[in-house]
């Protein structure tokens, strides 16, 4: 009798179902790949940028915040430096007591302004950017040194295209549209492929200074990508990643890897 009754308790708990955990709707993150709206000039690529406090732009800037806005993201990554959090949570609480409406960078314009307007408190608002070595003025020279003249002069070329088809596009499309061309699979491809295909070849047999810039941009932002990770709340199922479109293209890589996030394509989005 004692089996009889154990056999059928057997069955249940071994019916695949049950012994199977149940899986977790995955965490949807937006990548909000970003020209600098207030162009600091702090990228290889030089690119030209209008003023964002103009009306025109103002108008655009508003049509990509009503977009993100509808999305509702609940925590929110920025392009600000890990160790700096105190310092980005005093801009928020200054933005959000009616100042910095003056600043051209995408921090007030897009991010403190959406956030705002969701009721997100600073605690939801993270810096995570974890900036390294970037020997770019190193790497020129020591191409130079190398009689890499003809790879110098194909670097060159290919930011002036990038720069010139920028320009270009900025002047004769909206904020929105800007942001969706530069988050593109052919331009996170472009992104990516400056390193592995121009950059790491910069250096002789004895000097590896290409491959180093290389792999310092690309642990930047796989430390970035962790810092994200640890500071996702628990139960929290929509983030928001806001960073250069080039940090946009690794992390698009990196996200896309998990069983846990599901990457919303931006178009639907910024429709």
């Not at 308790?9 to 909000?32: D, E, N, W, Y």
């Not at 110098?152 to 909206?174: P, Q, R, V």
């Amino acid at each position: 009798m004692r089996l009889i009754l154990f056999f059928p308790l057997f069955l249940i708990l071994s019916h695949p179902a049950l012994s199977q955990p149940q899986a977790q709707p995955k965490i949807q993150v937006v990548l909000l790949g970003m020209y600098h709206l207030n162009n600091p000039g702090l990228d290889v690529a030089k690119v030209k940028v209008d003023d964002v406090l103009a009306d025109k732009r103002q108008a655009e800037i508003r049509q990509v915040v009503d977009a993100l806005k509808a999305y509702a993201p609940e925590q929110i990554f920025t392009e600000y430096s890990i160790r700096q959090q105190t310092h980005l949570d005093s801009l928020y609480r200054v933005y959000m007591a009616g100042g910095r409406r003056d600043k051209r960078g995408e921090l007030d314009q897009i991010v403190f302004r959406m956030a705002g307007e969701l009721g997100l408190k600073p605690g939801q608002i993270f810096g995570v950017d974890d900036t390294g070595n970037f020997p770019y003025d190193s790497l020129m020279k020591v191409a130079n040194g190398a009689g890499q003249q003809a790879l110098l002069a194909e670097m060159t070329k290919t930011i002036g295209t990038y720069t010139n088809w920028f320009d270009t596009y900025l002047h004769d499309h909206t904020v929105g549209e800007v942001i969706l061309a530069i988050n593109t699979p052919e331009q996170y491809r472009w992104q990516l492929g400056s390193y592995s295909d121009i950059f790491s070849r910069v250096g002789g047999l004895d000097n590896s200074v290409g491959a180093y810039l290389t792999a310092e941009w690309y642990k930047r932002n796989i430390y970035t990508h962790s810092h994200i990770l640890k500071r996702i709340a628990p139960g929290t199922r929509r983030i928001l990643v806001v960073f250069g479109a080039g940090h946009a293209a690794v992390f698009n890589h990196l996200f896309g890897l998990s069983n846990q996030f599901e990457v919303v394509p931006l178009p639907q989005v910024l429709k």
